[in-house]
């Protein structure tokens, strides 16, 4: 399917495995949409370019009804609703105000306040999209100039990045391949069993897992919060 398709395009805000990262240069098709810090940072570090990729794909909140109060209430009312059934004593208002601006907002270049398409609702999500098809021209020309990583798009479409393809396939190739898996896998065996034979099982130094309280913690602030299911 990748293979028969122009361009492998990812727009999640949540995978954490990175397989879409890498079947598409190995097709020899471009990889296009956002950024995830983890997965993304480890295929950099081993030599694949995706700096063409987005971080965040900012909208203005004027192209919804109800605007950006709209979307802060609804994060209000969303960590509200969750840190309650978690157990967690609700924010000051003072705090949210403050976390809300500094995690969930972007200035524009020429003034204004910008949010990211991902971390709307599915229903504001659609309700972009239906502004942007009913006023075509004035938002998604908008929509480019706000996120200039989209402008390279249709040249890798058009076949114009070939190098760039078949330079991260190479990378891909080199540093994901099955043989490399393989390598991998075996050190890491013999790592442990090394590891066994030399101390008990009782006496092996394990990393104490983090506490749920702390994970849950991340879990309810601001900044980890999206509205996907709200």
Known sequence: VVSASAAFITT??????????????????????????????????????????YDRMLVD????????????????????????????PPLDDSYFEQEFNLHKTFRANRGGTLVDFGDLSPAMQSEIIDSACSRKEKILSRVIELNPALKDW???????????????????????????????LRTII???AARIQEKSHDDLQVDRPRSVESLLAETVSVKSTRLLYY
């Not at 960590?79 to 059934?85: C, F, N, P, Q, Y």
């Not at 076949?159 to 391949?177: E, Q």
Request: glycine residues 12%; positive net charge; charged residues 30%.
């Open 154 to 184: 249709e040249k890798f479409i058009a076949g114009r990045k070939r190098n760039l393809v078949k330079k991260n396939r190479s990378a891909v190739a080199s540093s994901f391949g099955p043989e490399v898996k393989a390598r991998r």
């Open 190 to 192: 013999l790592s442990a």
């Open 12 to 53: 999640s805000v949540m995978e954490g495995f990175g397989q879409s990262f890498r079947e598409g240069w190995v097709a020899g098709r471009p990889v296009l949409g956002r950024r995830l810090e983890g997965p993304c940072r480890d295929f950099e570090t081993a030599g694949v370019n995706l700096a063409h990729l």
């Open 61 to 88: 909140p004027d192209w919804l009804e109800g605007g950006l109060e709209r979307v802060k209430e609804a994060y209000r009312a969303n960590l509200s609703k969750l840190r309650s059934e978690l157990g967690f």
